[in-house]
């Protein structure tokens, strides 16, 4: 059983899919029993979204929620009202 700060060491590489299946498989048992980990995750999955959005690739994988937040925050270009 892994041990939080285990699990946040990872999280990362979780995300970008480096992880092999039985390390994948640790982390999502631990995921399962804790839920502070499953939030940790869970947020650093939106910014990893956000972080590839930003960049301009895998646009289409994007949350659409997440899509329609940034929209909103976009500012305008100069000129137009
Ligand atoms: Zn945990």
Known sequence: MLRCNEVAERASLLIDGELGPWQRLNIKLHLAMCRGCR?????????????????????????????????????????MV
């Open 39 to 79: 939030v940790f995750v869970a947020q650093m999955r939106i910014t990893c979204d956000l972080t590839r959005m930003a960049s301009g690739s895998e646009e289409q994988h994007i949350d659409p929620e997440i899509q329609a937040a940034l929209a909103r925050r976009r500012p305008r270009p100069i000129g």
